[in-house]
């Protein structure tokens, strides 16, 4: 990207939505604000659009945001409608009167942690997938399935088996240090399932339990280790099926929230290694991806990025 261009880049999740203005390899100003149930629902595009824009409000005044040249932006739900993902490319760039692309966020996230080339990224975050693409450009996806069928081994599953260890402890299973932090939702264990019913996304409140879970396993807990190695086996599957039929040895790197912590990540590591699989240090996150989407064109991702608008930079 020239030292001149200004780009908008948006990383539109279900648990929040980020926006940053980047000129060059600088940081203009940056937002963040809620998510959203994902482009591909009713009137998601619509919803996603508002999205930005009210988290675009939130950047600090008297930012370039007249003199953008470029859009890309990782929305939730992308892989679900193409129809509904170029029709929000197509609001975009008629807003702002630039090009515009619109990506997965999981695609952006591969794109911005291996810089457009081949190869394997696992994401864990309130969700899990992994997106490996070969070097024909095709992409190759397991798990990401959402809460009700998959996004196994994430802080969402992470939390929820936390939770539900929770309860068993209540009911006369195995004692868990869990049971203490969980005071901090509600005065009683019986009281969980209305404190979930009330939450506005109740993946999102799961999901934050599992810091919880995570300090509770890393200080000796049983219950908890029990359940943080379950989840790094499970994750390890997925990269496994993900990199199936790949060439020389399976590689991947590692994003998301989840394994922001060194404790759970040193355990995957592990996990993976025992699998065979090499980790990675990832060169950006979902936002890079984005940018790299806004400001090139002809990515090996190319046919899972929606575009609209002209005059593309090459």
Same mark, same amino acid.
């Not at 009137?43 to 950047?59: C, K, R």
């Given at each position: 990207?020239?030292?001149?261009?200004?780009? !908008?880049?948006?990383?539109?999740?279900?648990?929040?939505?980020?926006?940053?203005?980047?000129?060059?390899?600088?940081?203009?100003?940056?937002?963040?604000?809620?998510?959203?149930?994902?482009?591909?629902?009713?009137?998601?595009?619509?919803?996603?659009?508002? !999205?930005?824009?009210?988290?675009?409000?939130?950047?600090?005044?008297?930012?370039?945001?007249?003199?953008?040249?470029?859009?890309?932006?990782?929305?939730?739900?992308?892989?679900?409608?193409?129809?509904?993902?170029?029709?929000?490319?197509?609001?975009?760039?008629?807003?702002?009167?630039?090009?515009?692309?619109?990506?997965?966020?999981?695609?952006?996230?591969?794109?911005?942690?291996? &810089?457009?080339?081949?190869?394997?990224?696992? $994401?864990?975050?309130?969700?899990?997938?992994?997106?490996? @693409?070969?070097?024909?450009?095709?992409?190759?996806?397991?798990?990401?399935?959402?809460?009700?069928?998959?996004?196994?081994?994430?802080?969402?599953? $992470?939390? &929820? &088996?936390?939770?539900?260890?929770?309860?068993?402890?209540?009911?006369?299973?195995?004692?868990?240090?869990?049971?203490?932090?969980?005071?901090?939702?509600?005065?009683?264990?019986?009281?969980?399932?209305?404190?979930?019913?009330?939450?506005?996304?109740?993946?999102?409140?799961?999901?934050?339990?599992?810091?919880?879970?995570?300090?509770?396993?890393?200080?000796?807990?049983?219950?908890?280790?029990?359940?943080?190695?379950?989840?790094?086996?499970?994750?390890?599957?997925?990269?496994?099926?993900?990199?199936?039929?790949? &060439?020389?040895?399976?590689?991947?790197?590692?994003?998301?929230?989840?394994?922001?912590?060194?404790? @759970?990540?040193?355990?995957?590591?592990?996990?993976?290694?025992?699998?065979?699989?090499?980790?990675?240090?990832?060169?950006?996150?979902?936002?890079?991806?984005?940018?790299?989407?806004?400001?090139?064109?002809?990515?090996?991702?190319?046919?899972?990025?929606?575009?609209?608008?002209?005059?593309?930079?090459?």
């Amino acid at each position: 990207m020239e030292s001149t261009e200004v780009i !908008l880049v948006a990383d539109i999740g279900k648990s929040r939505c980020r926006v940053e203005l980047r000129s060059g390899d600088g940081l203009l100003g940056a937002a963040d604000h809620h998510g959203f149930p994902g482009v591909h629902v009713e009137n998601g595009p619509v919803a996603a659009f508002e !999205l930005l824009m009210e988290t675009l409000s939130m950047l600090p005044p008297g930012l370039p945001v007249s003199t953008l040249t470029g859009i890309g932006a990782a929305v939730a739900g992308v892989e679900a409608s193409a129809e509904k993902s170029r029709e929000l490319a197509m609001m975009l760039s008629q807003r702002f009167g630039v090009p515009a692309a619109v990506l997965s966020d999981a695609t952006a996230a591969q794109l911005g942690a291996l &810089q457009g080339a081949p190869g394997t990224t696992l $994401i864990v975050g309130t969700g899990a997938v992994a997106f490996r @693409f070969d070097e024909a450009g095709v992409l190759h996806r397991a798990d990401g399935w959402g809460p009700y069928l998959g996004d196994r081994g994430s802080g969402r599953w $992470i939390g &929820q &088996q936390g939770l539900q260890a929770v309860l068993q402890a209540h009911d006369g299973g195995p004692s868990t240090s869990m049971s203490v932090a969980a005071g901090a939702l509600v005065e009683s264990p019986e009281l969980l399932p209305g404190w979930l019913a009330e939450q506005e996304n109740p993946y999102r409140a799961m999901a934050r339990f599992a810091p919880l879970v995570l300090q509770a396993a890393e200080a000796g807990d049983a219950v908890a280790r029990d359940i943080i190695g379950e989840a790094c086996r499970i994750l390890t599957r997925t990269v496994e099926l993900a990199s199936a039929g790949g &060439q020389g040895t399976p590689r991947v790197a590692l994003l998301g929230g989840v394994v922001g912590s060194e404790f @759970f990540a040193a355990l995957l590591r592990k996990s993976l290694a025992s699998a065979g699989i090499e980790v990675v240090a990832p060169l950006g996150d979902g936002l890079d991806g984005a940018a790299l989407a806004a400001t090139r064109r002809g990515l090996l991702q190319e046919r899972y990025i929606h575009r609209d608008g002209t005059n593309w930079p090459d």
